[in-house]
């Protein structure tokens, strides 16, 4: 009964700020070696988010929780981890767009008129610059980060989802 009087908010704080940065530090190193933000090696993002919101949920039930959590402290754990992460992910990506990767704007919407033009080759000029000006709208600094702390939250959330049935455990004397 202790265990879900409990809260898990607080413990969560800190491993989503240690996770943050460490997804943080992976998007720098990928941003050095000029790793494509396309590229399947940011996928290894997802699997460092998992590591981050696993190690979370095993601590604070080993070291808040007296060793025990049920899925949903195990699960809320998770939540609260990877959305504190993404709240510190999503300073670094306003930061990263407009100083770290000024660039990054232009580059995105070169790669939408390149896939625009591919899809559509006969596409007039007119409907052209109609879709782009779309495009701009959804690729200002402010939406990039929306979206970005947006999926953030999600993969967290999924991931949660599923790392709390490895992480829970349940305490058979309580019942």
Known sequence: MEENKRSVVMPS???GI???IVLIVFNLIMYLLDVDRASGLMRVSYLIMATGLFLAMISV???YLDGFASYGKAFGTGFWTGLFAAVFGALFTYIDVLYIDPGMIDEI???AEESML???PNMSDEQLDQALSMTEMFTSPLM???WAFIENVVSATILSL???IFAKR???SAT
Do not use: F, H, P, S
């Open 170 to 172: 349940e305490n058979q």
């Open 162 to 164: 599923i790392i709390a």
């Open 118 to 120: 591919a899809a559509n």
């Open 18 to 20: 240690y996770l943050g």
């Open 61 to 63: 039930r080993d070291k």
């Open 13 to 15: 704080l800190m491993y």
């Open 109 to 111: 919407l070169v790669k």
């Open 144 to 146: 990039i980060t929306v």
